[in-house]
């Protein structure tokens, strides 16, 4: 068993984490919303690691259509997966909304990947990780349902908040999957990457300026960013440890307020019902 898969593979954390795994021996799948813009990337890794066995496919996770055929292809090929690494996010600058009537961020960073992992789980088993990527930003999320879903808050648009609300939820379901799978073997992580130099953190918004001053002494590179993940995916430690949320390669301390949270149950039941026509 080791097939591994990576969203958003062709990004500045997505490569690292790629090259990383490859390094390691794993058959990887960069999943990809453009797969044949990825191919370079592809082929660069393929050099730099030695490892021929680096694939692209098409994934769009602002459409469950798009990510549950991907996964059925996965269930087609039926072989085992050992690590799923849900990396792929977004910050938009507008509302947009998908064609499923969910908001974009929504769909990308937390919809979306909570559909592939439900899809994949029946590939996974003894010694399998998923690794969730989230953000500090959790700790000023809110979940005001049903606007979470269709508008990514109440009120009007503000991107910001809108990502903590994702990353938020993506927090609650790792701990709540953790729990759910725990007796098959499964370990279940997030990991916060930091502030990281990606397109996600490009500001448009006429504070952007300041926010940019006033951050980017503490901005890191992808490699540092993506260490954190890394680590969960293949360090023999971390293998041994499952329903945390990691920072700076290392388990952080959280409290009931996250572990015990009182929408955790009704954020996992409201999920189910928007994607259960694709389970």
């Given at each position: 068993m080791n097939l591994?898969?990576?969203?958003?593979?062709?990004?500045?954390?997505?490569?690292?984490?790629?090259?990383?795994?490859?390094?390691?021996?794993?058959?990887?799948?960069?999943?990809?919303?453009?797969?044949?813009?990825?191919?370079?990337k592809r082929q660069l890794l393929m050099r730099e690691t030695g490892n021929p066995r680096i694939e692209t496919a098409?994934?769009?996770?602002?459409?469950?259509?798009?990510?549950?055929?991907?996964?059925?292809?996965?269930?087609?090929?039926?072989?085992?997966?050992?690590?799923?690494?849900?990396?792929?996010?977004?910050?938009?600058?507008?509302?947009?909304?998908?064609?499923?009537?969910?908001?974009?961020?929504?769909?990308?960073?937390?919809?979306?990947?909570?559909?592939?992992?439900?899809?994949?789980?029946?590939?996974?088993?003894?010694?399998?990780?998923?690794?969730?990527?989230?953000?500090?930003?959790?700790?000023?999320?809110?979940?005001?349902?049903?606007?979470?879903?269709?508008?990514?808050?109440?009120?009007?648009?503000?991107?910001?908040?809108?990502?903590?609300n994702t990353k938020l939820a993506l927090t609650l379901f790792t701990i709540d999957l953790a729990s759910r799978v725990k007796h098959k073997g499964i370990v279940v992580n997030a990991a916060d990457p930091g502030i990281v130099s990606t397109n996600i953190i490009t500001m448009h918004m006429w504070f952007d300026p300041l926010t940019d001053m006033l951050f980017r002494p503490f901005i890191r590179t992808p490699r540092k960013g993506a260490a954190t993940a890394v680590g969960l995916l293949l360090d023999e430690d971390a293998g041994k440890r499952t329903g945390t949320l990691n920072a700076s390669c290392r388990p952080k301390s959280l409290s009931e307020k996250y572990t015990r949270h009182v929408q955790m149950e009704e954020l996992w039941e409201r999920t189910e019902n928007i994607v259960k026509k694709w389970l």
């Open positions: 591994a898969v990576i969203t958003g593979a062709d990004g500045g954390m997505g490569m690292e984490i790629t090259r990383a795994v490859a390094t390691a021996g794993y058959q990887v799948i960069m999943a990809c919303r453009d797969p044949q813009a990825a191919e370079p098409p994934i769009d996770l602002a459409s469950l259509a798009s990510v549950a055929a991907f996964a059925e292809h996965l269930l087609k090929r039926g072989e085992p997966l050992a690590l799923l690494m849900n990396n792929a996010g977004t910050m938009e600058t507008e509302r947009r909304i998908t064609e499923d009537g969910l908001e974009r961020t929504v769909s990308v960073n937390y919809v979306g990947p909570y559909l592939l992992t439900r899809k994949l789980l029946p590939l996974m088993g003894e010694g399998s990780r998923i690794v969730n990527m989230v953000s500090c930003t959790y700790a000023i999320g809110h979940l005001d349902f049903p606007d979470f879903f269709l508008r990514g808050k109440k009120g009007g648009f503000w991107r910001i908040p809108i990502y903590s």
